[in-house]
Nanobody
């Protein structure tokens, strides 16, 4: 199973980007898919997830939107009103399980499959 993330790049403050993550050789139609990010010198943190509903980190709520195209086995992260503090490597993650506990969506170690990451840089 491969998760291929794309769509990162350099954008100015206030700009937008859309990240994509395509899963090959496997379907997660009944599972959980999400995004995490890791800034330089910081730990990996939760960004958003799609499972039994959608879930967002407080820092991105209202600015980022996660969506899923089941037919393409792909998830997207639409990022608007970007800020310099959003600069990070963004990773997509997936798991065959549909998490039943809300807190599990936010925990990186709950996800079994990981993509390679795509760099987002927001200039001030």
């Amino acid at each position: 199973v491969q998760l291929q993330a794309s769509g990162g790049g350099l954008v100015q403050t206030g700009g937008s980007l859309r990240l994509s993550c395509a899963a090959s050789s496997h379907t997660f139609s009944r599972g959980t898919m999400g995004w995490f990010r890791q800034a330089p010198g910081k730990e990996r943190e939760f960004v958003a997830a799609d499972g039994r509903g959608t879930y967002y980190a407080d820092s991105v709520k209202g600015r980022f939107t996660i969506s899923r195209d089941g037919a393409k086995n792909t998830i997207y992260l639409q990022m608007n009103s970007l800020r310099p503090e959003d600069t990070a490597v963004y990773y997509c993650a997936a798991d065959d399980r549909s998490f039943s506990v809300r807190s599990h969506f936010y925990q990186a170690d709950r996800y079994y499959y990981w993509g390679q990451g795509t760099l987002v840089t927001v200039s001030s």
